[in-house]
């Protein structure tokens, strides 16, 4: 690992995770050094299942993102400073099939002990091994305005992870 970050507890870092991912938005890479994407996302969650630290994505079956995670047992998330908000609005709102994203924004890629991507610029980071996915059901809406998200019924699929690794600069 390179020298500015170290690993630790997932159950420590700081600050509110709602405002983290709803807020201040965060991104979700998946693939290896040699083969990867990049997206933005604000919905997502994390917490504590089946005796994990986990954090849950909802990525639509459209994204090339989606490819990548459906490929690879792993993801990682990735929280910036504001100064930052750039590269995230970049990253969602262009697709990996159409630019680089990472020639585009100047993000600098470094690897996991496992392959994975990390970036220089961020200063909080999730290793997540994919535990469990599903696809959300329209049948199973409770509240029928929730529908509304999903004109074209392209409905997410959601990945359950634990946190393996977790990173912060210092
Ligand atoms: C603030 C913000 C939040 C987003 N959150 C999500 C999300 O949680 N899930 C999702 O599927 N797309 C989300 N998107 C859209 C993707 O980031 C966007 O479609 C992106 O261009 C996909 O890139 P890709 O095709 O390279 O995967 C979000 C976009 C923005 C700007």
Redesign the pocket.
Known sequence: MISSFKKIDPKDFEGNVIQKIGFD?ML?TAGNSEKF????????GMGYLWNKPVAF????P???????AEANEYFTLHFFDERYREI??F?????????N?IAQTGLKVFASSRNNIYYEQSYLQMECRKLYFDDINPEHFLDEKIIRNYPKNDF?RFYIGEIVECIERY
Not at 37 to 44: D, E, L, P, Q
Not at 57 to 60: A, H, L, N, Y
Not at 62 to 68: I, L
Not at 91 to 99: F, I, L, N, Y
């Open positions: 938005w979700i994407n990049t997206m933005t996302a604000s919905w997502g994505i909802f990525i639509r459209q994204r090339f993102t989606y490819e990548f995230l609005d990253c969602g709102t262009k697709s990996g099939r159409d630019v994203k997410h």
